[in-house]
């Protein structure tokens, strides 16, 4: 595992796909129970290293919808609040292929959900997680069920923004119900057009979900901002997220009393002004945490970053996962001709040089 690149004392966060029915899930017991019991135990191993190097590390519990492809989960649709199929193509065990048409869930359905949702919480805590963050962005489940694009329906799901939110909001009281306010948070993306994702009025949605999330007093809400510059494909029929919320966090900030979080677009400058200008309480990183694992030390010493290589990510193995030096790996040891030194030059090409001790 990489836990060692967050340094001690610095939250973690780690995520786990729930597939559908079961399949290669960390959450459901339906018809897997030797294989979901395995994983607590393989999990279990993981956190008990974090915590042995004083840090805390948090599960971020999540679900595909519509964004499952069968070829991944034996055949079974992805599941939605309604039949509306992701128009770019997916990574699956067969090569690359286009999104299918999710199957629209029924009520039944829906309340299972939720109550899955309350098991993989369960799960997670016999795993030894400090706590959980409810992936409710990025076109997946819950964030399926946010947005108007992706939610047609005419029920106590659908329609209004109370009825778009009940469902985060139920699977949120599942996971309080487990770990407690102050160990829960949720991501969200209310302008963010991965997975052809899209709402006609994000502000008034999210501020709504804001202050639901405010008076159920969670520890964190955790947004991003627009991502139209990082993803390969934008839909040209939606007006661009950017004039929609200009800023995410600034937006959301007077409607959420506890730790608001902010991510994407940051550098290291930026992220510091942000925070000292009150726009949010902390700043993520994702990125540069994947090809920085000292990334923490690389920030308190003032080392350059490596750039990710994106080309790799997502693949499997590895390579572009955990391969990625440190920045002390990285630099080439020489002694110098010219006095008993030792010059450090970086892949970077950065160079400094260090006095022998």
């Known amino acids: ?31 897997l129970g030797d294989v979901y019991k395995r994983q607590v135990q393989g999990w279990k191993k993981v956190n008990d290293a974090v915590h042995k190097k004083n840090g805390h590390i948090f599960l971020q519990i999540w679900h595909g919808g519509r964004a499952v492809h069968p070829a991944n989960v034996g055949g079974k649709p992805g599941l939605a609040p ?14 690359i292929k286009p999104h299918m048409t999710p199957k629209e869930m029924t009520e039944e359905e829906i309340k299972q959900m939720i109550q899955d949702f309350r098991k993989g919480a369960e799960n997670a805590m016999k795993a030894g997680f400090d706590g959980l963050e409810l992936h409710g962005a990025n076109g997946y489940i819950v964030d399926s069920f946010l947005r108007d694009h992706t939610n047609r329906r005419q029920d106590q799901w659908g329609g209004s923004v109370e009825n778009r939110t009940r469902f985060c909001l139920e699977v949120v009281d599942q996971l309080v119900s487990v770990f407690g306010p102050n160990r829960v948070g949720v991501k969200v993306t209310p302008n963010g057009r991965y997975n052809d994702m899209f709402d006609s009025n994000p502000l008034k949605t999210y501020t ?12 964190y809400l955790h947004c991003a901002e627009n991502d139209e510059d990082y993803i390969s494909w934008v839909p040209n029929n939606f007006i661009s997220g950017k004039k929609q919320m200009v800023s ?27 925070i000292q200008e009150g726009i949010a309480d902390a700043i993520s990183f ?9 990334f923490v030390e690389r920030i308190q010493n003032g080392w350059p970053l490596t750039e990710v290589d994106l080309s790799t990510s997502y693949l499997g193995g590895a390579k572009g996962y955990s391969d990625y030096p440190t920045y002390q790996q990285s630099c080439l040891l020489y002694t110098s001709d010219a006095a008993d030194d030792l010059l450090c030059v970086d892949l970077g090409g950065r160079r400094i040089i260090k006095k022998k001790k």
């Open 1 to 31: 595992m990489y836990y060692m690149c967050i340094g001690l004392h610095i939250i973690m966060l780690f995520f786990f796909f729930q597939a559908e029915d079961g399949i290669r899930d960390f959450c459901l017991s339906r018809g």
């Open 208 to 219: 709504y979900l804001a202050q639901q999330l405010s008076k159920k007093n969670i520890a």
């Open 286 to 294: 994702g990125r540069a945490f994947m090809s920085n694992p000292d």
């Open 82 to 95: 309604s039949p509306i199929a992701i128009r770019t193509q997916v990574f699956t065990v067969q090569g």
């Open 248 to 274: 995410v966090a600034k937006d959301l900030r007077p409607h959420f009393k506890n730790t608001l979080v902010d991510n994407l677009g940051y550098g290291i400058v930026s992220a510091d002004e942000a």
